[in-house]
């Protein structure tokens, strides 16, 4: 599996931003995926997960109501809406697929100007 995320960029606090991970797998995508973060001197903690069916979903307790995760099985593709950003979402975010061993995507930054 390979993943290849975009979207991404600068944008104000209070705005919206839309990531998307395209994952070229010949498989059906049978794994969980999902998008974490890492900030300067920090580590990486995870935003919100899709598990395989695209059912169960976790969000990180500070974006709840803010951030939602989908995925377009279709296009092997999984999108992070993000919404109501905060200067503190400032990160790096990594697309992540649940294989095994697991999967990381290149990495995007997305910077929130206060």
């Known amino acids: 599996v390979q993943l290849v995320e975009s979207g991404g960029g600068l944008v104000q606090a209070g705005g919206s931003l839309n990531v998307s991970c395209v994952a070229f797998?010949?498989?059906?995508?049978?794994?969980?995926m999902g998008w974490y973060r890492q900030s300067p001197g920090k580590g990486r903690e995870a935003v919100a997960i899709s598990g395989w069916d695209g059912e169960r979903i976790i969000y990180l307790d500070s974006v709840k109501g803010r951030f939602t995760i989908s995925r377009d099985f279709t296009k092997k593709t999984v999108h992070l809406q993000m919404n109501s950003l905060k200067p503190g979402n400032t990160a790096t975010y990594y697309c992540?697929?649940?294989?095994?061993?697991?999967?990381w995507g290149q990495g995007i930054q997305l910077a929130v100007s206060s």
């Open positions: 992540n697929a649940n294989t095994s061993p697991g999967t």
């Open positions: 797998d010949d498989g059906s995508m049978v794994y969980d």
